[in-house]
C-alpha cells in the first residue's frame, strides 16, 4: 500500500499570498497518477488536479499540480477567501487507492 | 446535471449491520466505475470499495473485506454498500463516488451519509 504524507498539516496564510502544499509518497507513483481534492466544512470533496498536473473543469488558473515520481507539490499563486479548506492528494496508480492526511490553508 | 444521492445511514450496534444506496443521475451510471469513500469525525479521507461499470469486478480495502460488499443495479442506477459485522471504527460519513474513466479518481462526490456504530 502506497502511503501518503502530507505537509504541512496546517498553512495559515493571508489573502493574496501563495500556497505550497506537498505531498510525498512511501512509493513511486504509477505513471505519475496523482490527485488532488479540496474540501470544505460540511462539503464533499472537489477535484482539483488529476494526473499531478492536469486542472479539472472549472479550477482556475491559480490552482496548478506539479511533480512526479514520489514528490508532488499542490500550488495556490494568489490565495483568494473561497480557497481557505482542506486539501488532499490521492494517488491512483496501485490499489487500494490511498488518500494523504490532509492539509489545512486556515486564514492567517 | 450529475447527481449522486445516498442514503441508509443511521445509528447501529456494534455486530449489527446496514445498507447504503447511492441514486445516479445526469449520466449514463452503467458506463462508470463507482466508489465508496468515507471520512471518520474529524479525519481525512478513507477508500473503502469500488466496482466496475457492468459490476463484474469488484474491489475492496483491507479493513472491510470479508465484512462489505458492493453492488449495483443499472437498471436502478444505483449503487449500494452492504455492511455486516460492524465495528467502531466504522463510523464515518459514506461518499460515493464517480470513477473517471474507471481510472481510479473521481470526478463527481455525493454528499455523503452517516454511518454511527455505537451501543
Known amino acids: 500500500e502506497i502511503v501518503l504524507t502530507q505537509s504541512p498539516g496546517t498553512l495559515s496564510l493571508s489573502p493574496g499570498e501563495r500556497a505550497t502544499l506537498s505531498c510525498r509518497a512511501s512509493q513511486s507513483v504509477n505513471r505519475n497518477y496523482l490527485a488532488w481534492y479540496q474540501q470544505k466544512p460540511g462539503q464533499a470533496p472537489r477535484l482539483l488536479i488529476y494526473?499531478?498536473?492536469s486542472r479539472a473543469t472549472g479550477i482556475p488558473d491559480r490552482i496548478s499540480g506539479s511533480g512526479s515520481g514520489t514528490d508532488f507539490t499542490l500550488t495556490i499563486s494568489r490565495l483568494e477567501p473561497e480557497d481557505f479548506a482542506v486539501y488532499y492528494c490521492?494517488?491512483?496508480?496501485?490499489?487500494?487507492?490511498?488518500f494523504g492526511g490532509g492539509t489545512k490553508v486556515e486564514i492567517k | 446535471e450529475v447527481q449522486l444521492l445516498e442514503s441508509g445511514g443511521g445509528l447501529v450496534q456494534p455486530g449489527g449491520s446496514l445498507r447504503l444506496s447511492c441514486a445516479a443521475s445526469g449520466f449514463t451510471f452503467s458506463n462508470y466505475a463507482v466508489s465508496w469513500v468515507r471520512q471518520a469525525p474529524g479525519k481525512g479521507l478513507e477508500w473503502v470499495s469500488a466496482?466496475?461499470?457492468?459490476?463484474?469486478?469488484?474491489y475492496y480495502a483491507d479493513s472491510v473485506k470479508g465484512r462489505f460488499t458492493i453492488s449495483r443495479d443499472n437498471s436502478k442506477n444505483t449503487l449500494y454498500l452492504q455492511m455486516n459485522s460492524l465495528r467502531d471504527e466504522d463510523t464515518a460519513v459514506y461518499y460515493c463516488?464517480?470513477?473517471?474513466?474507471?481510472?481510479?479518481?473521481?470526478?463527481?462526490w455525493g454528499q455523503g451519509t452517516l454511518v454511527t456504530v455505537s451501543s
Open positions: 463516488a464517480r470513477e473517471v474513466s474507471a481510472s481510479g479518481f473521481f470526478d463527481y
Open positions: 494526473g499531478a498536473s
Open positions: 466496482i466496475s461499470g457492468n459490476g463484474g469486478k469488484t
Open positions: 490521492q494517488q491512483y496508480g496501485s490499489t487500494p487507492l490511498t
